[in-house]
């Protein structure tokens, strides 16, 4: 039974890696120009810092994530591994909180303060930025099983 | 079986668990004042300015121009999830005499990780707001309107900070009880 628990937080771990990854692979290749008026508008997710923190955020936890799956689950460092879990379990969420505020931004656009939408003029953008949240939401819920995980592993009376 | 009550009596009144109860006490304490700030200030966040947008004749046409927090989603959504959070530390606090038990008290530190998640993710995507309001776009021509309406970026500012602050209170909040949790192990089969 134990067996089985570990076998699947070991995928849970891939799949974390499998998700960083993408998710910083789609938002770096996302990149979409469009002219209006003869003037060339080019979208790219340099342009806002709320897109380049996620991408920087899932790069770390992507490193993170490959550096973890060749430490042996019983040495020393396995207690600190929990702790580095948390924090980036967190880091993960409050940077798909920023995106997602950027991308409902640029969906809905906001009239009050005369901000409009861009995702109608540069839809390959907003293609790119949705699968890349998409990607980070999996990789979110992945790293808070893991996170609970570690919680069960610190809860049981085999904790060393 | 008195020697096992023993046991636990005498382990709960070691120095370094009323220690660490006290921390956690005054950790939440602290962080309820601190998200319901947070909340507080972004709920009470409105300006309203009137300019002349025309001349006709003698007579300016004036209109009038308003910020406030309920028209931007992510400003609704933090104003929410500070909410909840200092409801949430309230009852946990007026509750305290009835979660002795360890099984509660594993139910209160998911729920308070789940709080704290509320909170993280309610200041970034408030902070992104922020810096955009502040900055602007000008790829996206989103021109900044922190230079119109001051006052409201200032106090959302300042609940923004509250927030970050209980926000950190919480972390601290949820190391100290798992810490807590694990050196009640030994007492875990007198529940």
Redesign the interface.
């Known amino acids: 039974m134990a067996k089985v628990w570990r076998v699947f937080f070991l995928l849970l771990r891939l799949l974390a890696v499998a998700a960083t990854l993408c998710a910083v692979v789609i938002m770096a290749t996302s990149h979409d120009s469009t002219t209006v008026f003869g003037i060339t ?4 997710f340099q ?4 897109l380049v ?1 996620f991408v920087v955020a899932n790069g770390i936890a992507f490193i993170y994530s490959l550096i973890v799956l060749f430490i042996p689950s019983t040495s020393l460092l396995s207690r600190s591994i929990i ?1 580095f879990d ?1 924090i980036l379990a ?1 880091l993960l ?10 991308a ?3 969906k809905k656009g ?1 009239s ?5 939408p ?1 995702c109608d003029r540069v839809p390959n953008f907003c293609d790119h930025v949705m699968g890349a949240m998409i990607c980070g939401c999996v990789a979110v819920i992945t790293f ?1 099983l893991i ?1 609970l995980y570690d ?1 069960h592993q ?2 049981s ?1 085999k ?1 060393p | 079986m008195a020697d096992e009550n023993g046991k636990q009596t005498e382990m709960e009144s070691r120095p370094w668990h009323q220690t660490v109860t006290l921390l956690l006490v005054s950790l939440r304490l602290a962080a309820l004042v601190a998200t319901s700030t947070a909340a507080g200030l972004m709920a009470f966040n409105k300006e309203t300015k009137t300019v002349t947008v025309a001349v006709v004749g003698t007579n300016p046409i004036l209109q009038s121009f308003t910020a406030a927090f309920q028209q931007t989603p992510a400003f609704v959504y933090f104003v929410l999830a500070n909410a909840i959070a200092s409801l949430y530390n309230l009852l946990v606090m007026l509750l305290r005499p009835c979660l002795k038990n360890r099984g509660r008290q594993v139910l209160v530190h998911l729920l308070d990780m789940v709080v704290f998640a509320l909170v993280v993710t309610g200041a970034a995507a408030a902070a992104s707001m922020a810096e955009l309001g502040k900055n602007g776009n000008k790829y996206a021509r989103w021109n900044p309107i922190c230079d119109r309406f001051e006052a409201f970026c200032i106090r959302g500012g300042v609940a923004l900070v509250a927030a970050f602050i209980g926000a950190v209170l919480l972390l601290l909040m949820n190391a100290l009880s798992v810490v807590g949790l694990t050196c009640k192990n030994v007492t875990s089969n007198n529940n």
């Open positions: 508008l080019e979208a790219k342009h806002t810092p709320a923190f702790v948390v967190m969420t409050a940077a798909i909180a920023a995106a997602g505020a950027m409902q931004l640029g906001n009050h303060a005369g901000w409009f861009i808070l996170v919680i610190v809860l009376p904790f």
